[in-house]
């Protein structure tokens, strides 16, 4: 017997009208092959290979475990480590063994090695500057006896008082003059504004803590510093050591002489072996500690030639997360709805079939179990059954029916007394096929109408949930979980630009779909206000 198909004329006008809408049907293929390629993820990204060839024997990992103990013999029945063994002699050019993996060797859960991670022959040196100093000792009335230093905060041409170049406040007084009397004081400390002159701006005067002597002192030592806020900022110079350039945006480099420039190069090439002690170099009249350092691995890190989209904080490949993620969202996504919409239409088609006191207490129930707050029930039962998907899948379903379920019940009150109903009721049907094979079919409309806006929001809410702690258990890949690292890391700005753009691009696509579905049952597609 030949089974036929045939479209319903008024589906088939709807889908045609789907069709024409490009935007619409290019997202649906579009979504349909990102969640494709997220199903073959396995295959795709993994650490664990496709393929082992050892001693005669194929094995396939991917599909089917296979103990350590085959390959090094050592009677342990744990996972091998494919990497390390691929690297060993066993799987040496020539011997015969071979292992494949999949086109991207990295697993969602795998910690990458540091020293796989291709590092650029690059020295950084870092130019900090170092704060300037003075010392001064001051007589009773504030002359300076001696001092050390102190041109840039007195001028050169400093008169021998203090008082010339800087305000000596009421509090600096009292505190100089209690050590002069050979009392026990306290540290001092206090910015002071200068007077018009050579002097600097601003200045930090220090005083440290004095205690009585067998004599009063004749000086007292002054500490004059540069405030942290009047410290210029430092910069650092790259130096490419393959290609010999170097990359310095604050030109500090072209501010030095061939011989500190020499110094530092001796610097660099001490840099690409190991640590290098700092050393201190005059640029512009200002003093700048110089340390030269490697460029570092450490998590989270950068994209690079062998980690398209960068590595998290866990170090773990953020574009294989992210792939994995996509199944992740698309999946519950899916099964969120599906469910959603089951329950709903159960529990909308009892309430308008039947109507009266079935209505009346259906409704009364929903009404209650819609204040029922979702987040408190969700840790409550976390926290008691431990976080899962399955879990999270249930609970959300069974707060998720109750908006489909008011359009069926309007659907079915609607369609219940039409005549085609009233003739089927006619035949002697039991109420069951009366509900689900006539009345259904023909109260799908808002069903399919909500189904890629309700995979869109479901989407966004289970990131939204794994951004707030409360969705799916770690390690499981989840955008909301990297967007929730990216807030840690702010600087990385590779883990906010692309699981933001994955969520943004597969929520678009889902509104695109869900517009031209609602378009195509608009039954007045070409109305229009006037």
């Known amino acids: 017997m030949r089974f036929h198909f045939q479209w319903n004329p008024v589906t088939a006008k709807r889908w045609r009208r789907f069709r024409k809408m490009r935007r619409a049907w290019w997202s649906l293929w579009l979504l349909a092959g990102l969640y494709g390629v997220s199903l073959l993820a396995d295959v795709l990204c993994n650490n664990t290979p496709l393929v082992v060839r050892y001693e005669g024997h194929t094995h396939l990992p991917l599909f089917r475990f296979v103990p350590e103990d085959v390959f090094v013999h050592n009677g342990r029945a744990t996972r091998p480590d494919y990497k390390a063994l691929a690297a060993s002699p066993a799987f040496s050019p020539g011997t015969g063994n071979r292992i494949i993996f999949p086109p991207i060797p990295f697993g969602p859960h795998e910690t990458i090695d540091p020293a796989t991670i291709p590092l650029p ?35 050169h041409d400093a008169d021998v008082s203090l008082t010339n170049a800087w305000p000596v406040t009421a509090e600096l007084r009292q505190a100089v003059a209690c050590r002069f009397r050979n009392e026990a004081a306290p540290s001092f400390r206090q910015i002071l504004d200068r007077r018009p002159g050579p002097a600097p701006q601003r ?39 393959s290609r010999h350039a170097v990359r310095d945006p604050a030109d500090f480099w072209g501010s030095l002489d061939a011989a500190t420039r020499s110094s530092l190069l001796g610097m660099v090439d001490a840099g690409m072996a190991g640590p290098v002690d700092p ?40 574009f294989v997360r992210l792939l994995y993620g996509l199944r992740t969202s698309l999946t519950f996504g899916l099964l969120l709805v599906i469910l959603s919409m089951v329950l709903g239409i159960m529990a909308g088609a009892a309430q308008g079939y039947y109507g009266g006191r079935v209505d009346l207490a259906g409704q009364r129930f929903t009404e209650i179990w819609s204040a029922i707050p979702f987040l408190y029930v969700m840790i409550l039962l976390g926290s008691v059954y431990g976080r899962g998907f399955i879990l999270l899948l249930i609970l959300y379903a069974i707060f998720n029916w109750i908006g489909i379920s008011y359009y069926i019940r309007a659907e079915f009150y609607r369609l ?9 009721r006619t035949t002697g049907l039991p109420d069951r096929l009366l509900m689900f094979r006539h009345i259904l079919p023909n109260a799908l409309v808002p069903v399919i109408t909500f189904f890629p806006f309700s995979l869109v929001g479901a989407i966004g809410s289970l990131a939204a949930l794994d951004y707030l702690g409360f969705g799916l258990p770690p390690p499981t890949p989840s955008w909301g979980e990297m967007l929730q690292q990216a807030q840690q890391f702010r600087w990385a700005w590779w883990l906010i630009l692309y699981p933001s753009l994955a969520l943004f691009v597969v929520m678009l696509l889902g509104v695109f779909v869900g517009e031209g579905v609602r378009n195509a049952y608009d039954p007045r597609p070409e109305s229009r206000l006037e």
Request: no cysteine; aromatic share 8%.
């Open 203 to 241: 200045a930090e005067v220090t005083l440290s803590e004095f205690e009585p002597r067998e004599s009063p002192p004749t000086t007292v030592r002054i500490t004059l510093g540069e405030p942290a806020d009047s410290v210029p900022g430092g910069g650092t110079a790259t130096f490419d050591v």
């Open 121 to 155: 022959h690059e020295v950084v040196l870092r130019f900090r500057p170092v704060p300037r100093t003075a010392t001064i000792n001051v007589t009773p009335d504030f002359t300076i006896a001696r001092a050390a230093n102190a041109v840039f905060f007195l001028g």
């Open 416 to 424: 219940r007394h039409l005549p085609f109903v009233e003739a089927a």
């Open 279 to 318: 050393r201190v170099v005059d640029i512009k009249g200002r003093s700048f500690s110089v340390d030269a350092a490697r460029p570092e691995v450490s998590w989270p890190f950068r994209p690079g030639p062998s980690h398209w989209l960068g590595i998290d904080n866990a170090g773990r490949d953020v």
